[in-house]
């Protein structure tokens, strides 16, 4: 999906974007509770059973970046941005946070793919 410009966002783009962050975050919580379900099995009797969850620790981390692309594409909708050192809004053509003075690196816009999962082309 192209980003419109700031002039072109609607209430709706907002809303559609807060209900991704939301399946995002519920998607998320879903994770962690079949990987505690799943480690809690696995390792009542065997604690050396770790690495068969790095697939799912790792999907839980792209949730938690995925989650991240989602907020800072409803700042940009906003004009703002997050400042990743102390967590300062700023307009979005900052370089620099006026806060913690850090320099300001590119805002993270592209969705990542869960392993062994289908992309939701709603989410893309």
Same mark, same amino acid.
């Given at each position: 999906?192209?980003?419109k410009?700031?002039n072109?966002?609607?209430?709706?783009?907002?809303?559609?974007? *807060?209900?991704?962050?939301?399946? #995002?975050d +519920?998607?998320?919580?879903n994770?962690?509770?079949?990987?505690?379900e799943?480690?809690?099995?696995?390792?009542?009797? +065997?604690?050396?059973?770790?690495?068969?969850?790095? #697939?799912?620790? *790792?999907? &839980? $981390?792209?949730?938690?970046? $995925?989650?991240?692309?989602? &907020?800072?594409?409803?700042?940009?909708?906003q004009?703002?941005?997050?400042?990743?050192?102390?967590? +300062? #809004?700023?307009p979005?053509?900052s370089?620099?946070?006026n806060?913690?003075? #850090?320099?300001?690196?590119?805002?993270?816009e592209d969705?990542l793919?869960?392993?062994?999962?289908?992309p $939701?082309?709603? +989410?893309?």
């Amino acid at each position: 999906m192209a980003w419109k410009a700031q002039n072109e966002i609607s209430a709706t783009d907002a809303k559609r974007i *807060d209900g991704s962050i939301l399946q #995002v975050d +519920n998607h998320k919580k879903n994770m962690i509770y079949q990987l505690g379900e799943a480690f809690y099995k696995a390792n009542k009797d +065997n604690a050396d059973a770790v690495a068969d969850y790095k #697939v799912t620790i *790792d999907n &839980i $981390n792209k949730l938690e970046y $995925n989650r991240k692309v989602w &907020i800072n594409r409803k700042m940009k909708l906003q004009g703002m941005r997050i400042c990743e050192g102390c967590g +300062n #809004v700023l307009p979005y053509e900052s370089a620099f946070c006026n806060r913690c003075g #850090v320099k300001l690196e590119a805002v993270a816009e592209d969705l990542l793919e869960l392993e062994g999962e289908q992309p $939701n082309s709603e +989410n893309a």
